[in-house]
């Protein structure tokens, strides 16, 4: 007996953009593409570990072309999820930078990766920066936050789960949560040259 | 910034909750004021950063699940399997089905054996739409499975979603003579109503549920109806196998 029945590429991505059932979305993501992708980092001098930290950060790529509709569904998502991989684990062993493991034809073809997923990897790198601030905010921060913007939570809801005694009181506890972060933000080099990318771009 | 527009105006012009007459005044500043265009920029990255750390953490659990029960899973087919040539495996499986595969189904199948290849419910990770279905999916999501029952329990009136999850609690806990009604009413509802709330999922627990309670004929029933219907998103987790390990339960049992 199957354990459950394959939703087609096209329910994941509805599933992931509508955030309805995305743990089995995920789930199933990685019931058919982990062997595969652990497979190609096996194959091009990886590890077990490094398969698993690539497959990790190649998911959080491809569910962000999903949400900002960046993926939707022109390619399969094997495919797509592979050329994220391959591409990242490239960057990764350019970055160990150690001739003696490298692989020219792999390198090769990871140059051809579409621009999409090569603009999708960079502003991931982006975010996971400021992912790694907001990890950094404390606890009722954190959860404020995620219920907010993550679970759609409204104002309400979260002040009655999180035990706040008005829902003012909580709006401001947000404000300076979110203030907080982009404080740091602000203060980040790595984020400056992002930013100003993002607002020449407007020019 | 030089105006008075803080975050929370951003955010309400973001979601565009302000009046037409402050929306125009925003879009005016924005122009003029190149700090609160960056200030706007810094908004937005950061509300996907939130939205995306929400996500990486559903990855990760969902990465460590994965990894956790593929490395027990692993462990039968690269010790017997993996080392051994492919005409081997091959004689050794015609072997088997020839000698014993009768006996070997027999044996070996049990409703225990059956009811682990079912998938557990889990729960989204969307509130839901009550405070009590929210607080048992909390339960449920812990494992704390008799906690879920006794609060719904407690409740006059129960929804539907947290009739389902009741159901599923009781799967977890193997009570299947508790979970059937239960979706059997859920059932019946759908039929009042016109519906088809979770039918497809109701449709597959319910086989489970027979299984637990050691009523195969049933579940044998429920398994044909979904095996009919070639639109069933669960038709494909059967095969012919399941009926005849099902036929074979009714016979030892």
Not at chain 1, 80 to 91: C, D, E, H, Q
Not at chain 1, 97 to 106: L, T, W
Not at chain 1, 120 to 135: M, R, V
Not at chain 2, 56 to 82: A, C, V
Request: hydrophobic share 35%; net charge negative.
């Amino acid at each position: 007996m199957k354990l459950n029945r394959l939703f087609s590429d096209e329910e994941l991505i509805q599933m992931i953009r509508g955030k309805t059932m995305q743990s089995q979305a995920i789930n199933q993501l990685y019931e058919q593409h982990y062997g595969m992708l652990e497979q190609m980092i096996l194959q091009n001098s990886g590890s077990h570990d490094d398969a698993a930290d690539m497959i990790q950060e190649s998911m959080l790529v491809l569910v962000q072309m999903i949400i900002k509709d960046k993926f939707r569904g022109e390619s399969s998502i094997k495919s797509i999820l592979y050329s994220i991989a391959k591409n990242k684990w490239i960057t990764e062993i350019r970055k160990k930078s150690s001739s003696q493991i490298r692989n020219e034809k792999f390198h090769t073809d990871a140059e051809q990766s579409t621009p999409d997923i090569t603009e999708a990897i960079a502003k991931q790198e982006d975010l996971n920066y400021i992912i790694k601030l907001f990890d950094q905010l404390g606890e009722t921060c954190r959860k404020i936050l995620l219920l907010f913007y993550f679970e759609d939570y409204s104002m309400a809801e979260i002040c009655k789960r999180l035990e706040f005694s008005s829902e003012q009181v909580l709006r401001n506890k947000k404000y300076k949560c979110l203030k907080s972060l982009n404080e740091s933000v602000k203060a980040s080099p790595t984020i400056q040259s992002t930013l100003q990318k993002i607002l020449r771009n407007e020019d | 910034m030089k105006t008075n527009i803080d975050i929370s105006i951003l955010e309400d012009y973001l979601d565009q909750k302000l009046s037409s007459e402050k929306q125009k005044e925003v879009e005016t500043a924005l122009i003029q004021d190149s700090d609160l265009r960056k200030e706007l920029e810094i908004l937005k990255l950061n509300r996907e950063s939130i939205q995306l750390a929400g996500w990486k953490k559903l990855i990760e659990e969902t990465q460590s699940n994965y990894l956790s029960t593929r490395t027990t899973q692993k462990i039968y087919p690269d010790k017997y399997l993996g080392k051994n040539p492919w005409y081997l495996r091959i004689a050794a499986s015609i072997s088997i089905l020839l000698i014993g595969l009768a006996s070997f189904l027999y044996v070996n199948t049990s409703p225990e054996a059956l009811q682990k290849e079912f998938i557990s419910y889990q729960v989204p990770v969307m509130r839901g739409n009550s405070n009590l279905e929210n607080k048992m999916k909390e339960y449920y999501q812990n494992k704390e499975f008799q906690k879920a029952i006794q609060l719904a329990e407690e409740e006059a009136f129960i929804d539907r979603e947290s009739k389902f999850i009741l159901a599923m609690s009781y799967l977890e806990l193997n009570q299947g003579n508790e979970a059937s009604p239960i979706l059997l009413e859920l059932q019946e509802e759908n039929i009042e109503d016109g519906q088809s709330w979770f039918q497809e999922e109701i449709d597959y627990y319910l086989i489970k549920a027979y299984i637990v309670q050691g009523d195969f004929s049933k579940a044998k029933i429920q398994l044909e109806k979904i095996k009919s219907n070639p639109r069933h998103k669960y038709r494909r987790s059967f095969d012919r196998w399941d009926i005849v390990r099902i036929q074979l339960l009714e016979l030892k049992y």
